[in-house]
């Protein structure tokens, strides 16, 4: 069975400094890889996506996450941080089916502070 | 921009009582989940939907949960005899054919 492992459970960064948060799979095959944003109080909303070509991929808010095979990993970037992206943050991989219906599975969560 | 809705937000319910979670999917979207987070805790698939029938469900999905698609719209996780457990936020997903799930804003279910 695949799992997700977020080594962070918290990550504390200054605003306007550069973040990276951490993601690695254990997965037989390539598997989809997302990473979604958590307000508090609030759903969960999908920052970006990998499902094949360019390993690294640009989603919502400035962030990036670059795709590393041969790490099994998927890391979340973004170079300069507000005080809006606190909140808590997950990965979340789904089996390459070419197709829907397979559930996610996340990651148990980093939660990140800023720091004014 | 289009978006998974639930009704209702919060929902209060006593120990051994039957609840119903709705949810209103993307209207283009052909797959529906249920998930749920414990307080603190990670989000845990319970089950997908596909043409009017479970794909694939998790072991939590035992048989005191059910879902069902009611008519063209509604996405319904009905929770038959409820537990102190199941206390939890409830979240619904949509997705169209290449597995990429937009979250509703959840439901969060209290058992007293």
């Known amino acids: 069975a695949q799992s997700v492992t977020q080594p962070d459970i918290h990550i504390t960064v200054s605003e306007g400094a550069s973040l990276e948060l951490r993601c690695n799979y254990s997965y037989g095959a390539t598997p989809y890889l997302f990473w979604y944003v958590q307000s508090p109080g609030q759903g969960l909303q999908l920052l970006l996506k990998y499902f094949s070509g360019d390993t690294l991929v640009q989603g919502i808010k400035g962030f990036e996450a670059e795709f590393k095979r041969s790490q099994s990993s998927f890391n979340l970037r973004k170079p300069s941080v507000h005080w809006s992206d606190a909140a808590e943050y997950f990965c979340a991989v789904v089996p390459y089916s070419g197709g829907g219906a397979d559930g996610l599975t996340f990651g148990k969560g980093t939660h990140l502070i800023i720091q004014p | 921009e289009p978006e998974v809705t639930q009704t209702p937000s919060h929902q209060v319910t006593q120990m051994g009582q039957e609840v119903i979670l709705r949810c209103v999917p993307i209207?283009?979207?052909?797959?529906f989940y249920w998930y749920r987070q414990i307080l603190g805790q990670k989000v845990e698939f319970l089950v997908s939907?596909?043409?009017?029938?479970?794909?694939?469900k998790s072991e939590i999905f035992d048989d005191q949960f059910s879902v069902e698609r009611p008519d063209g719209s509604n996405f319904t996780l009905k929770i038959r005899s409820t537990k102190l457990e199941d206390s939890a936020m409830y979240f619904c997903?949509?997705?169209?054919?290449?597995?990429?799930?937009?979250f509703g804003p959840g439901t969060r279910l209290t058992v007293l």
């Open positions: 209207s283009n979207h052909l797959y």
């Open positions: 997903a949509s997705s169209g054919i290449y597995n990429e799930q937009f």
């Open positions: 939907f596909y043409n009017n029938e479970i794909s694939e």
